[in-house]
């Protein structure tokens, strides 16, 4: 099987460059473009037609749904791995609605991104055959294969329970830098714990925009179904 063409679409330079660097290393796959806006990347895709875009959803001039979006209507049919600092359930779900199957956290590191890009090649690997299919190649063409994260050996659990019942009590969202502050720990701590958080789905995560620069994350404790 030929290696799956690959655009990546990242704003950020040096994480553009990092992401192709690790795309490259496996060998499904190969980078034939990287775009650092939604402009760029919609020539490149148009260009290139490629099989996969890791697609940033923070870019400069577009959010990267919308970019997503006009990308279908002309008919760009690539598999998509949003790849973002976004988590919280709107993104998500706008997300899924546009046919992405595969979501990256940011930051991941180099397993995290090779496990993705393993599913998405096993996925394209199950469409090319006339088979019947079971419900494990069901889940891995629709994406829905992937089990929850494990806690990384970094989260302390009682910090880890601190920091989750810091989030019950407020009143309203809080960011890293106040949940540092109200339990003495490091910014870069708290953070980790409330993205581990979100991740296990224990708290919901949405960005705020200020004036300039980038947004700020703020988190709040997930509220329990009321289905």
């Known amino acids: 099987m030929r290696q799956a063409r690959v655009v990546i679409v990242e704003d950020d330079r040096m994480l553009a460059a990092l992401n192709a660097t690790m795309v490259d290393a496996h060998s499904g796959f190969e980078v034939v473009a990287v775009a650092h806006t939604a402009a760029a990347g919609l020539r490149e895709v148009e260009h290139h037609r490629p099989d996969l875009l890791l697609l940033d959803v923070y870019l400069p001039d577009l959010n990267g749904l919308e970019l997503l979006r006009r990308l279908r209507t002309i008919r760009a049919e690539a598999e998509v791995i949003a790849v973002t600092a976004a988590r919280d359930v709107e993104t ?16 991941f590191t180099k397993a995290d991104l090779h496990r993705r890009l393993d599913e998405v090649q096993s996925a394209f690997e199950t469409s090319l055959g006339d088979v019947d299919l079971d419900q494990r190649a069901v889940d891995l063409m629709l994406g829905s294969g992937a089990a929850m994260p494990a806690a990384p050996k970094s989260i302390s659990a009682s910090s880890l329970q601190r920091v989750a019942a810091l989030l019950e009590r407020a009143e309203g969202d809080m960011s890293a830098a106040e949940i540092a502050d109200a339990l003495g720990m490091s910014r870069v701590s708290a953070r980790r714990y409330l993205d581990h958080l979100a991740t296990i789905g224990r708290a919901e995560v949405a960005p705020r925009y200020g004036a300039v620069g980038r947004p700020e ?4 404790a997930s509220r329990p179904s009321t289905r």
């Open 92 to 107: 998500v779900r706008r997300a899924r609605v546009l046919g992405v199957r595969h979501y990256l956290v940011k930051p």
């Open 217 to 220: 994350n703020r988190y709040r």
